[in-house]
């Protein structure tokens, strides 16, 4: 069974810092990893996708992918009450099919 | 980003009637959708994947024959929950490969609004 770890959280951080979101996976040949926020009640929407091991940046939000050690993370930085929601992460499987995390909640306190 | 529209967004019904949820690609044609289920404070399960022209592909324990899907267009799929119950109420949402960035398709997924089903 392959899988996705995340730490449920709540997460909480003060506006302005950096928060950060780690995820695991368990499949080693996985090449596509996604992060996507959700709000209470709506559905997922993409922040970022990553397939090379390293960082990839846009605007405020960092992705940090390390294949070796099977972990990818966002950075928020500056981080704002909006972005207060829960934060998927997900892997791209054999079939094109993405296989999700339980998500970890965020709370920015302003 | 690619935008996806699914219709209705909240439905509630009584138990043993049926609900179809549409899933459309407003901007770009979709050959596959996917099909997904989440409960309250649960990540999203995979339910089936909706092939144009073909039949879908259901995942492990969903029933196909209680879930049907139909993806008779590039741009419309359809998920019908039959002889719905109360268990089956929970947040439906389809999602789509996006076209990508200058024909390569970089695997991302845009999501539905998402249908919330209550089964009474």
């Known amino acids: 069974q392959k899988e996705v770890e995340q730490n449920s959280g709540p997460l909480s951080v003060p506006e302005g810092a950096i928060a950060s979101l780690n995820c695991t996976y368990s499949?080693?040949?996985?090449?596509?990893f996604f992060w996507y926020r959700q709000y209470s009640g709506k559905s997922p929407e993409l922040i970022m996708f990553?397939?090379?091991?390293g960082d990839k940046e846009d605007g405020r939000f960092t992705a940090q992918l390390n294949k070796a050690s099977q972990y990818v993370s966002l950075l928020i930085r500056d981080s704002q009450p909006s972005d207060s929601a829960t934060y998927l992460c997900a892997f791209m499987e054999y079939g094109n099919k993405l296989v999700f995390g339980a998500g970890t909640i965020l709370r920015v306190k302003s | 980003g690619a935008v996806v529209s699914q219709h209705p967004s909240w439905v509630i019904c009584k138990s043993g009637t049926s609900v179809k949820i549409e899933c459309r690609s407003l901007d770009f044609q979709a050959t596959t959708m996917f099909w997904y289920r989440q409960f309250p404070k649960q990540s999203l399960m995979l339910m089936a994947t909706s092939n144009e022209g073909s039949k879908a592909t259901y995942e492990q324990g969903v029933e196909k024959d209680k879930f049907l899907i139909n993806h008779a267009s590039l741009t419309l799929s359809t998920l019908t929950v039959t002889s719905a119950h109360p268990e089956d109420s929970s947040f439906y949402i389809c999602?789509?490969?996006?076209?990508?960035?200058?024909?390569?398709?970089?695997?991302?997924?845009?999501f539905g609004e998402g249908s919330r089903l209550t089964v009474l």
């Open positions: 499949d080693r040949g996985s090449q596509s």
């Open positions: 990553i397939y090379s091991n």
């Open positions: 999602s789509a490969r996006g076209p990508g960035l200058a024909g390569v398709n970089t695997g991302e997924l845009f």
